[in-house]
């Protein structure tokens, strides 16, 4: 990747403009999982010991352009000034009348954060007066929020063709690493493990990897589609009747390509489901085949067993997806045990998905997984091979 970043930069005593993803889960106002701060902390830290001004530009939902406090960014400041142990300074509004002047007034080495962005409808517009209001605050910029570097937004787009410097954060460079390079140069075996609920949101990723990977591990309620696919029955299973045909194909170009897809040879099944209430009915444990009046839920222990095998003999591991209904305790097995072998695997392990993370971090087994990726979407559309605006907007090394 010939992204120039960070570290190829002068930076210091700069203004520095920083467009992170804290786009973090928040119940009742508290952040209940802090990953994505922690992960630009390297690149925040980075700038504070060359003595610049850190302005942090961030989202946080879908306020729909309108001023909405239920999506303020205020936790996420108070949260990265109790990581760094230093106060973080907060805008209310990020055009506010006295932004400019708190930034003059700011001291080199400190760190601002701009209220969120999409309280202004401009920002997902890309508009180019709004980009240029917020680019007047910095004369440098950094993009380390790989989650929305897919689209061109004023925050990832537009304010490049502003500013003279614009470069990669320390997280961008290794989501563009570990997702791009090794990925591409895999050590093999390569293992894919894709779930979730939906072919049709991964079959794109699911084409481009099978170009790349040795095997396919299928769990979810995407396998079921593809189980369809294979004549079998699937009994209340949710499935897309509609993507058949695309399973179909994926299964061809597999062994057209020597590519093992492995679905579930079982499933845990259930009578009835109340996902509301996170409760389930009878549970059996159904071979390949799944009878009317149930549905397949999870991954079953042989399945268990199959998936983990193979991951443990894998170089480079890729994850995408839960293997069943895992919000469910009683449907979260296959998912854990998955998350575990992943872990356990000396291969190159990366993890992309809000869900496989949750599954991983609370497995325990976080520290021994190499990379996990921020931006769920944004992670499938890269490894699709799409161009990603807020990446190409960058500066690129002279060859
Ligand atoms: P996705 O966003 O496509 O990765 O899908 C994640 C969702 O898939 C989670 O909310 C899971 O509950 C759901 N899911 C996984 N397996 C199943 C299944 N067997 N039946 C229904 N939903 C599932």
Known sequence: MSIKTIADVDLSKKTVLVRVDFNVPLESGRITDNSRI????????????????VILLSHLGRPKGQKNLKYSLRPTAQELSRLL??????????????????????????????????FYAEEEENNEEFAKKLAAYGNAYVNDAFGTAHRAHASTAGITHMLPIK??????????????????????????ILGGAKVSDKIGVIDALLDKCDNMLIGGAMAYTFHLA???????????????????????????KGVKILLPTDSIGTNTL???????GHTKTFSEDIPAGWQGVD???????????????????????P????????CAEGTFAIAKAVAQSDGTSIVGGGDSITAINK???????????????????????????GVTALDHKSM
């Open 38 to 53: 922690r992960a630009a902390l390297p690149t925040i830290d980075y700038l504070i010991k060359r003595s610049a001004k």
């Open 85 to 118: 142990g230093s106060s973080v300074l907060f805008v209310e509004d990020c055009l506010a009348a006295d932004a400019q002047k708190t930034i003059v007034e700011m001291e080199y080495g400190s760190v601002m954060m701009l209220e969120n962005l999409r």
């Open 167 to 192: 470069v990669a954060g320390f997280l961008m460079q290794k989501e563009l690493e570990f997702l791009g390079n090794r990925t591409a140069n895999p050590e093999r075996p390569f293992t894919v």
């Open 230 to 256: 294979q004549g079998k029955q699937v009994g209340n299973s949710l499935v897309e009747k509609d993507r058949v045909a695309d399973a179909t194909a994926a299964l061809q170009k597999a062994s057209q």
């Open 274 to 280: 109340n996902f509301e209430m996170r409760t389930i």
């Open 299 to 321: 991954i079953g222990p042989k399945t268990i067993e199959i998936f983990s095998e193979i991951i443990g003999k894998s170089k480079t591991i890729f994850w995408n997806g």
């Open 323 to 330: 293997m069943g209904i895992f919000e469910i305790t009683a």
């Open 363 to 389: 497995s325990g087994f976080s520290s021994r997984i190499d990379f996990m990726s921020t931006g769920g979407g944004a992670s499938l559309e890269f490894l699709e091979g799409k161009k990603m605006p």
